[in-house]
């Protein structure tokens, strides 16, 4: 990484923001793609956020913004365009000034989850998936699954209201391929957890573990422990499997791809 009067800026923001470890890895990934750039982090509280968000867009060399928990749906609100995932989601973790100066937002969680999978060997399109988690991160993958052509989604969440919502928002964008579903695996390709469920020792298993078997994709965004109850029970039965280290490294190379321009991004 080079640091001198042409770098360009592009800081993450978040509060709290001590636990965020994509700084360095991000500041790599650029320069392996030829743009001098770091990423540096800012602890931004929500009653501060739009206050720092206009400063900071006062500066000539920063090219975009990085925002994670609790700021993706306020970031959405300030851009000037959104994808079309990120307008489904109601909110953006990435933003990029524009040549005409407009701000275009884009979500990566779940392109990186999709993609950890496919790094994985793992097949996407026509695939019947069970997901485990409707909330933020959960609401990404679903959309993006469906987006790049899994024939149906079911969708288990506690909060069945939750659930109930965005089921009803995926039906409206892809009509007729997203239900909702419970924690039996059986019957679906691919199975997602998109819950904190694993990160303690005494969770319980987001699906019932007793019914995977080889053939399924099992996939978790938990990345500590890296190698999750979830996880271990799947390797066990034969399944093939993605960490959340796969999810991580995606939404990395698909952040990198979206501020150097690269195909196929925003």
């Given at each position: ?15 709290p ?11 790599r ?14 602890h931004?509280r ?38 079309d995932r ?48 409707a ?25 069945a ?69 979830l ?28 501020f ?7």
């Amino acid at each position: 990484m080079r640091l001198d009067g042409e770098t360009r800026l592009i800081p993450i923001l978040g509060d709290p923001i001590a636990q965020v470890k994509s700084p360095a890895l991000l500041g790599r990934r650029l320069a392996e793609a030829g743009l001098n750039a770091i990423v540096p982090p800012a602890h931004v509280r929500p009653g501060d956020f739009a206050a720092v968000v206009d400063g900071l867009k006062r500066i000539g060399n920063l090219d975009g913004f990085i925002v994670t928990i609790p700021h993706k749906f306020a970031a959405a609100a300030i851009c000037d365009r959104l994808s079309d995932r990120a307008d489904f989601l109601g909110a953006a973790n990435v933003l990029r000034r524009q040549a005409d100066g407009a701000w275009l937002g884009d979500h990566c969680d779940g392109q990186g989850y999709v993609a950890g999978i496919r790094a994985e060997g793992g097949r996407i399109e026509g695939r019947s998936v069970l997901l485990v988690g409707a909330g933020g991160a959960g609401s990404a993958i679903a959309y993006e699954f469906l987006d790049q052509g899994a024939g149906s989604i079911a969708i288990h969440d506690a909060d069945a209201a939750r659930r109930d919502d965005l089921v009803q928002r995926l039906t409206a964008r892809f009509p007729g391929r997203a239900q909702a579903g419970g924690p039996d695996p059986a019957g679906h390709d691919i199975i997602a957890n998109a819950t904190p469920l694993g990160m303690g020792p005494d969770d319980p298993f987001p699906v019932d573990p007793r019914a995977l078997h080889p053939g399924q994709f099992v996939t978790d965004c938990v990345t500590r422990p890296e190698v999750t109850p979830l996880i271990a029970r799947a390797r066990a039965a034969g399944c093939a499997t993605m960490t959340g280290l796969g999810m991580f490294d995606g939404v990395a190379a698909r952040m990198v791809a979206f501020f150097t321009r690269q195909a196929g991004a925003a």
